[in-house]
């Protein structure tokens, strides 16, 4: 029943990062990054039971739980069992399921996008250069990895390379073959090949960030799904 001024309703954000007030320096440009590595472990460890659940369970070298409505029918790949759609904390729900890889893929988009416009004047990095390859580099391996995961599991999937500013506008995109995903993801790792040494100067992020031997190890892994 009330109203109120044009320039009260659409204040500028002061309080939580967008695009338009972020990405200025090293340290967001990193935190960006962790915040893709993020995302993507949420989207492989769905409801604690990993999508392995696609691929080596049924094949004995894992064993399942007993308890559990929805075990049975995953263990045994039975995806064709009925669950309602309201019912959306059944595994056979969740499994289903690629919002959560795009949410990371989206993210791993921006670093893309983003982290390139940042001047190296705003790294903190002794190496500035060697910082900035460095964020790129893994943004292209995780993207990569992302897409071949979904790959293997759903075949042809919607090929997203871009983040759309107004995700309310952004276009609904058809699936694409896989063939041509997987192209998109050797190309990824080209490119991050390009950027990644084999070993960083932090120690500490060895075992868990990607490097030049992640990407080659993904790169030989794709190459064998293709029968190459």
């Known amino acids: ?78 995806w064709q069992t009925f669950v309602a759609p309201s019912q959306t904390f059944r595994g056979l729900i969740k499994m289903r399921r690629w919002d959560n890889f795009y949410r990371a893929i989206d993210q791993q988009n921006r670093c893309l996008k983003y982290i390139p416009a940042i001047g190296l004047e705003n790294f903190t990095s002794v190496d500035k250069q060697g910082a900035k390859n460095l964020l790129l580099g893994e943004s292209f391996f995780l993207r990569a990895f992302t897409y071949f995961y979904m790959a293997r599991v759903w075949g042809d999937v919607p090929l997203v390379t871009e983040t759309a500013d107004d995700a309310a506008a952004a276009p609904n995109i058809p699936r694409t073959a896989q063939a041509q995903v997987l192209e998109q993801c050797i190309k990824d790792i080209e490119e991050a090949l390009k950027l990644l040494p084999y070993v960083t100067s932090a120690a500490a992020s060895r075992p868990i960030k990607a490097n030049r031997g992640t990407c080659y190890a993904l790169l030989a892994h794709i190459n064998a799904w293709k029968g190459e």
Not at 19 to 29: I, K, L, R, T
């Open 1 to 78: 029943m009330v109203s109120c001024k044009k320039s009260f309703m659409e204040r500028v954000p002061i309080n939580a990062p967008t695009d338009a007030n972020f990405w200025h320096n090293e340290s967001e440009a990193a935190g960006s990054l962790a915040g893709a590595y993020a995302l993507l472990r949420v989207a492989l460890n769905e409801m604690g039971m990993a999508y392995y659940y696609y691929g080596d369970l049924a094949t004995d070298e894992f064993v399942a739980r007993t308890n559990g409505e929805d075990y049975p029918a995953l263990t045994q790949i039975q």
